[in-house]
């Protein structure tokens, strides 16, 4: 049983549309982390969020905690965008990660 | 700046040698991780460290061991390759608990020939 679910598994889109990848957890949390990791790379923060929404350049994150889920939205995409996007909810010492969306956009 | 270093980018070891994994912190984090990422199936949990020659298991710790000797540093010691530990390896370090960033370093590619 995964703690963290993450949808769609792989996603490719054209240069300019725009992306939602869902998270859903069944534990629970005070906060929700979204990670990005590109291609060779290692992997950075994008948001930490507890409640609401977080907007970052053209990255949104909406996080519903009654609901258990939290969306990453990309408006505008450009193929710099193309990276796995993983979802991660810490609990105590720990991390759970869901297994991650691999996104491509085409110029 | 967080800065989490990784000894190794990439590596080539026969099956049955032993191999070291090193990661240092540069921030004084009490807390060190070492996952493994394969295709499908995400970030695992290896082992971690909430401080020095502390260690606890996480998902998948058979085939591996851990040393932390130092607050900054923490290793992973592949006793004795096997085909199956080609993965790419990442460390990571955290202050504290509850809900502080984690922070990777730029991972290990381990091929095990």
């Not at chain 1, 939602?20 to 069944?26: A, F, L, P, Q, V």
Request: glycine share 8%; with cysteine.
């Amino acid at each position: 049983k995964n703690e963290v679910e993450q949808s769609p598994q792989n996603l490719t889109a054209q240069e300019g549309e725009f992306i939602t990848i869902n998270c859903s957890y069944s534990v629970g949390i005070s906060a929700l982390h979204w990670l990005q990791q590109h291609p060779g790379g290692g992997i950075v923060s994008l948001f930490m969020l507890s409640s609401g929404k977080k907007k970052h350049g053209r990255l949104i994150a909406t996080i519903n905690i009654q609901e258990k889920h939290s969306s990453l939205h990309i408006t505008a995409s450009h193929p710099r965008d193309s990276a796995v996007y993983i979802c991660a909810v810490p609990t105590g010492n720990q991390f759970y990660f869901g297994t991650g969306t691999s996104l491509t956009v085409i110029p | 700046d967080v800065k989490v270093t990784q000894s190794s980018r990439y590596l080539v070891k026969r099956t049955g040698e032993k191999v070291f994994l090193e990661c240092v912190q540069d921030m004084d984090h009490e807390n060190m991780f070492w996952y493994r990422q394969d295709p499908g199936l995400g970030l695992r949990l290896i082992y971690f460290s909430y401080d020095v020659k502390m260690k606890e298991k996480g998902d998948i710790p058979e085939g591996y061991s851990v040393s932390r000797e130092k607050k900054e540093r923490f290793s992973l010691i592949l006793e004795s390759a096997s085909t199956n530990q080609t993965s790419m390896y990442l460390c990571a370090s955290r202050s504290g608990q509850n809900d502080n960033e984690q922070f990777f370093g730029p991972g290990t590619r381990l091929t095990v020939l």
